[in-house]
């Protein structure tokens, strides 16, 4: 695994100019002064510092080979602290692939200017709405058009300032309790050795969500924009985090024509190629398609082979389904929580897809009495699943038994055929619940 060195004692400010060239400056900790805080104070460097923390040896798929360090060699000059959404997307452009730490205070805001600061002169939402309406458009071409054509442009612009990429050798972490980032698309693409540590993320609201007459039935409204993506990346360490849809849940949105007027995306995406991804004692909530491993059948030459990740200890609350959705990959869920509130609309919980090698075993799910468990499990292809160890409502449960006989035509096949090794740490069901519970999400690193 990768050495941890100890960080310098200094901290200087890059304080970002008009022009966007970087000046040195020094400043006192704690003043307001703009730009990006270069952390690095006297008694940093050790491991109970969770900026130097690196990924445990065995936990889950992440730590095979080197492991995960992130940015945990960082040196000082390397070391940022920011505060705003700006400060964080200058930290992550630094040049280099050097290690590097980002160390998150407060909340950072990618849309504190509202929708509006994205529109494309000419668009008009009204106009849209009239333009596109089924009783003038009908419901067998896509849309097209001067509207479609302005919220397109609108949507770029939005695309290239929520979006931040991350590179490679990175730590991100927030600190203290109420570290977060609200609007923003964290993209983890094509590199490797990546930490991502106690942070709420509230989901992007799509600003400009496409109008599909041709989607289903009775067409559907399509949204952009996950809370995190890792995309053809390897040795990525997801943990301690809180992901929901926050301030905007499905229900506070409105309906056009007769369908809901969808503005979330996913909470969190592993796809094209991605490998070697631990996902650990995070809380999901309140969501509908939450996490996806592998997003696309077609997808075979890139994902086949890869799509190596680990699910443990993390909360999935209020999810109405994809927790996860599999294809191709070898994933490991064990000693998560799910938790299906009365309220709530549910789906499944684990969907099975082609050509995946799902193990689901030790999870704990407390359900309300009129959701079947048979309805935990999701065939979308044939494909072998291992469920075994798991307690539904605090009794042992053979998921795919109940399964096949609530579904017959869907019936799905026992045995992924391999068995996962690497496990630091496997609990009983019975405990998960009030483990997971009080150590799970963000502000709960111990």
Sequence with gaps: MRTAMAAAAACSVLVLTASGTAQAGTAQAGTAQAGIAQAGTAGEGTVHDPARQTLGAGDGWAAQGPGVTGGAAAEAGRVFTVRTWAEFRAALAVAGTAPR??????VLDATADGCGAFAADGYDFERYLADYDPAVWGRDKPVSGPQEELRAASAARQDTAIKAVVPANTTIVGIGRGA??????????????VIVRNLTFEAPLDCFPQWDPTDGASGAWNSEYDAAVVYGSTHVWIDHNTFSDGRHPDSSLPSYYGELYQRHDGLLDIVRGADLVTVSWNAFKDHDKTLMIGNSDSAGATDEGRLKVTLHHNLFEGIVERAPRVRFGQVDTYNNHYVVTARQPYAYAFGVGLKSQ???EKNAFTMPAEISAGRILKKWKEAPVTASGNHVNGRETDLIAVHNAEFPAETLQPDAGWRPSLRARVDSPRAVPGLVGHRAGAGRLG
């Design 101 to 106: 730490i980002i160390k998150v205070r407060g």
């Design 180 to 193: 977060g980032i609200t609007g923003g698309s964290l993209q983890i693409k094509g590199v490797d050795n």
């Design 358 to 360: 799902l193990v689901a």
